[in-house]
């Protein structure tokens, strides 16, 4: 006789309930495990995707902070076809270190993700001392940060010997920079940078009224300030104002020899070439002296690209915010343009490099070391000692300006 | 350690070239920088010409150490172009010299870097004026600039004021030696909110670092330190035993009219 048999009818009754109430429970626990586990695995699956998702923004964000260019294809066949226009008009180099345009894509490309920009300094990041943009990307359960230096358009002059005093016309005279790095704006300091400038010092100290107007052409340089503002800009952004021989070491045409010992520079008046006679500025003065200065010397948009003088006005106003072609180091808006405040540190008073678009080709203002002296406080004619008279009289001359830093190695 | 894929080579390699690169293991790049303005426009490099230019600086993820900076000399009319690969310890600017050269490769006419969402490539000629045209490539994995967690930016952490200044005796050193031109304070610099600035110390140091001051760089004009002319001019031949300051030393310059003065600290213009 089997042991249930032997087991009284009223106790059969209650154990088959207790093994029915167990078999229930443990099939209750199962469920609600494989319920949990399948959750789990759900919630980690979103939340490796949400990773992956930040992680692909995170390297778009990258790239698109320091490839312009790589940018301007991606906008011609895509979305954000403003910034082309811009590009179009003032080189597509402005669309490095561009935060409006990534925004832009970013918009478009990844809306689930949300991103907050901030300016930040930041000093500890590769040992570089600058300002930049902190991202934040964030998905429901990721927060991811990215710094992006805001040094896309500087260029590190490399080490060497430069000519000092150089607008003197002394060509062993030197300086040199081994052991130190010092970094130059590629470009003069832009409507946009002043105003990010002006929205950091005094939110209720806005731009004048004139300054607004031009602040729309974004990318243009800014012009209009005190020589004291642009000091203030500069160190505002732990830098200082181009220094008159920093200037000269950027753009004349490196080649030097030696003579008993020190360097001997040549001081060519152009950046592109070691020979003075090599281009239009030159042809340019040979036919002011056939043709006397009234008879016009014709230029065409190779000879604007290295020099935007007067005469480019005329025929090329449309492309004058183009980069014009760089020097040796990399450095834009040399010669031709706007006039340029410098900071000398030998000759305080030869304190504006004078080339610009106020000055005919044939000028000898159009000279890289030329220097003439500049108040610094207003932009009528009489705030500038002229060593040649400008083609028109202005109401307002324009003198830009762009910064520089020394740092430590 | 990357490793090298061969796909990203041109089968018109130069064997000798690829062979050293592969050797050297430098192969995909996880970030990279061209430096050159040239090369950014993909146009030919020819200036400075005989002057070793950077032209590129790259790092590798899994290197996390170092990074690579790739230069170039540019070739004259009579001596050939010259690439060199350097390994530098730390991700600085790419200067030549600052690191070990893990290659050199030599002739090279005519190179142009063209640049792709997916690689860099450099096609040059190894016969001047010749049609002997080679390429390679370095393909781009693309990684992150920075991939780390940070907090706001404390402002109490930054030094140098604005007023700062050494003509008014309200300044401070970020970099600066003792007697025995050893650090006392170590290079603080990049915490300086208004930059830094090197001068000519009274100390008998012909370190290859200057002292360095932090805030408002206003050298050269009266009571202010002379403006830094180089570390050549701090060295044996350009000073007085091997001191750098005393009247009218050459190893700074002043404002016209004004004349360099040590004043037991730095060298000043008076």
Redesign the interface.
């Known amino acids: 006789m089997s042991i249930f048999a032997r087991i009284k009818s009223v106790n059969k009754i209650k154990l088959i309930f207790f093994v029915s109430f167990l078999l229930f429970a443990l099939l209750a626990m199962v469920s609600l495990w494989t319920k949990k586990f399948a959750e789990d695995d759900t919630s980690l699956a979103l939340k490796a995707l949400e990773l992956q998702r930040i ?1 692909q923004a ?2 778009k964000i ?2 698109w ?3 312009g ?2 940018v301007s294809r991606y906008l011609q066949s895509d979305h954000c076809q403003e910034f082309t226009l811009e590009a179009e008009r003032y080189g597509e180099r402005i669309l490095e270190c561009n935060p409006e345009v990534i925004k832009c894509l970013l918009s478009k490309e990844l809306p689930d993700l949300l991103f907050s920009w901030r300016w ?10 600058t300002f930049g943009k ?1 991202v934040t990307i964030s998905s429901a359960h990721h ?6 230096p805001h040094t896309c358009h500087e260029l ?1 002059l ?4 430069y000519p ?1 005093a150089a607008s003197d016309g002394d060509r062993q005279n030197y ?7 010092i970094k130059v704006d590629k470009f003069q300091v832009n409507w946009r940078d002043f105003k990010l400038w002006k929205s950091f010092i005094a939110a209720d100290n806005p731009l004048d009224p004139r300054q607004m107007r031009e602040s729309e052409q974004k990318y243009s340089p800014a012009y209009g300030m005190t020589r004291q503002e642009m ?1 203030d800009f500069c ?1 505002f952004f ?3 104002l181009l220094s008159s021989h920093v200037f000269d070491a950027i753009s004349l ?3 030097k020899l030696e003579r008993e010992g020190r360097p001997h520079f040549n001081l060519s008046p152009i950046p592109w070439s070691h020979r003075a006679s090599d281009g239009h500025l030159y042809q340019a003065q040979q036919w002011k002296k056939q043709h006397g200065a009234d008879k016009r010397f014709e230029v065409d948009w190779q000879m604007c690209q290295r020099v935007f003088s007067y005469e480019c006005l005329d025929r090329y106003a449309e492309k004058l915010y183009q980069p014009l072609s ?1 020097t ?1 180091s ?1 450095a834009f808006q040399v010669l031709g343009g706007y006039m340029e405040a410098v900071e000398n ?4 008073r030869s304190n504006l490099v004078p080339s610009s678009f106020y000055f005919k080709a044939a000028s000898s203002m159009h000279q890289l070391t030329k220097r003439i002296y500049w108040d610094g406080q207003g932009h009528k004619a009489r705030n500038f000692n002229w060593q040649e008279y400008p083609v028109n009289e202005e109401d307002h001359f324009k003198v830009a300006f762009r910064c520089m ?5 | 350690m990357v490793f090298l894929l061969p796909s990203c080579w041109q089968q018109s390699s130069t064997p000798s070239l690829q062979q050293s690169l592969i050797a050297n293991r430098f192969l995909e790049i996880d970030q990279s920088t061209l430096l050159d303005p040239q090369a950014l426009e993909g146009r030919r490099i020819v200036r400075p010409q005989g002057v070793v230019i950077p032209l590129l600086n790259a790092w590798i993820k899994e290197e996390a150490t170092f990074s690579y900076c790739l230069f170039y000399r540019v070739p004259t009319d009579e001596r050939a172009g010259k690439m060199y690969l350097e390994k530098h310890n730390d991700f600085t600017e790419c200067h030549f010299g600052g690191g070990e050269i893990v290659l050199e490769y030599s002739p090279l006419w005519d190179l142009r870097v063209t640049q792709s969402e997916k690689d860099i490539r450099f096609q040059y000629r190894i016969d001047k004026g010749g049609n002997h045209t080679e390429s390679f490539s370095f393909l781009l994995g693309g990684t992150l600039l920075l991939a780390k967690n940070w907090g706001d930016i404390n402002e109490d952490e930054f030094l140098g004021g604005l007023a700062s200044s050494y003509r008014s005796g309200r300044f401070e050193y970020c970099l600066q030696y003792d007697e025995n031109c050893q650090d006392v304070i170590t290079n603080e610099c990049q915490r300086c909110r208004f930059g830094s600035y090197p001068v000519v110390s009274a100390k008998n140091c012909l370190t290859e670092k200057a002292q360095r001051i932090c805030g408002p760089n206003d050298c050269g004009r009266r009571g202010a330190p002379a403006c830094f002319r180089g570390m050549s001019f701090k060295k044996a031949e350009f000073s007085k035993n091997g001191v750098s300051c005393y009247e009218g030393s050459e190893a700074g310059f002043c404002h016209q009219g004004l004349r360099t003065y040590c004043d037991g600290e730095v060298l000043i213009c008076l």
Request: no cysteine; net charge positive.
């Open positions: 992680d995170a390297r990258d790239s902070w320091r490839e260019v790589s930040v300094h930041f000093t500890e990041f590769l040992q570089v001392e902190k927060t991811r940060t990215l710094l992006l590190t490399l080490a060497g010997k000092l300086w040199e920079n081994h052991q130190q790095k000091r160190q732990g830098k200082e045409f490196p080649r760089p040796w990399g540190k030998i000759s305080p830093r020394d740092i430590s190695q």
